[in-house]
């Protein structure tokens, strides 16, 4: 990010939130078709193209949340933001799952059980992560527009760029 730059930190979570979705209907998509279809390195890349995602780029995203925006909207309202890093512990639990049930398929290929194992954790984790999108997109971002002021915002901003 330039300096001088402003960037709208909403605008950009939300941003995040939408490149997340994308990976997250692959996922769902991919170990369905494994599922039904039977092992492919096709699907196998596109589950392993969104588990790179999620451990590469929603630690960071998460990371961001709790240390940029979370503490300046906890000076107005804290229940939200309590919820959501309960979300996000429950989710990382379950990316420690995904990525052990990826593993085990790499290995057994042709084995049913693990495949919907894998679609199973799979699920779960998408169900979760899209209505922890959900609520951030439309319960929580908008009680950080209604209560934070410009400064405040440029102060997650900043914070943003820090973490």
Do not use: C, W
């Amino acid at each position: 990010m330039q300096a001088g730059r402003r960037i709208d930190p909403i605008a950009r979570l939300m941003q995040e939130h939408d490149e997340a979705l994308q990976y997250l209907a692959s996922l769902n998509k991919a170990t369905s078709s494994i599922v039904h279809h039977g092992y492919s390195a096709e699907a196998f890349d596109k589950i392993r193209a969104a588990l790179h995602f999620i451990e590469e780029e929603v630690g960071v995203h998460n990371k961001r949340e709790e240390e940029a925006l979370f503490p300046v909207l906890e000076r107005y309202v804290e229940g939200p933001t309590r919820l959501m890093r309960e979300d996000h512990k429950f989710l990382k639990k379950g990316f420690v799952k995904l990525r052990r049930a990826v593993s085990r398929l790499e290995k057994k290929k042709d084995s049913r059980a693990i495949a919907l194992e894998l679609e199973t954790t799979a699920k779960t984790i998408v169900q979760r992560f899209v209505n922890h999108i959900h609520k951030e997109n439309h319960i929580l971002f908008p009680l950080v527009q209604k209560f934070l002021t410009k400064d405040a915002l440029r102060e997650v901003a900043r914070r943003m760029v820090q973490s």
